[in-house]
């Protein structure tokens, strides 16, 4: 099992900045490869992927509106995940989500993101873009 808790949501204005933080745990995550994602889902739309970094390093995976603009990083050693969003806009605004899946390669992991393929969901944190 792997239990995620999402931090660092928040409202700002258009152009700001927040960094998103996801912290993993449990009696196998250092056990397996993870491919870690960020998912966000607006008000009354579908869930969609953002993000995404394989837990062996490397090969990420940005969603075409946010390339340029979020970054997505981990430290291995806290066992956290980060996203990084600048030149934030309205559109953004979303409840974002970390999650994780066992198993997969770096290869596999950076070739997408299908939220039905992922096990482990943290409880979302909340992030407000205003015009």
């Known amino acids: 099992q792997v239990h995620l808790v999402e931090s660092g949501g928040g409202s700002v204005q258009a152009g700001g900045s927040l960094r998103l933080s996801c912290a993993a745990s449990?009696?196998?995550?250092?056990?397996?490869?993870?491919?870690m994602g960020w998912f966000r889902q607006p008000p009354g739309k579908e869930r969609e992927g953002v993000a995404s970094?394989?837990?062996?390093?490397?090969?990420?995976y940005y969603a075409d509106s946010v390339k340029g603009r979020f970054t997505i990083s981990q430290d291995n050693a806290k066992s956290t995940l980060y996203l990084q969003m600048n030149a934030l806009k309205p559109e953004d605004t979303a409840m974002y989500y970390c999650?994780?899946?066992?198993?997969?390669?770096?290869?596999?992991?950076?070739?997408?993101?299908?939220?039905?393929?992922?096990?482990?969901w943290g409880q979302g944190t909340q992030v407000t873009v205003s015009s």
């Open positions: 449990g009696n196998t995550y250092n056990s397996y490869s993870y491919c």
């Open positions: 999650a994780a899946v066992a198993g997969w390669d770096g290869l596999y992991c950076a070739a997408g993101l299908n939220a039905a393929k992922f096990d482990y």
């Open positions: 970094v394989w837990s062996g390093g490397g090969h990420t």
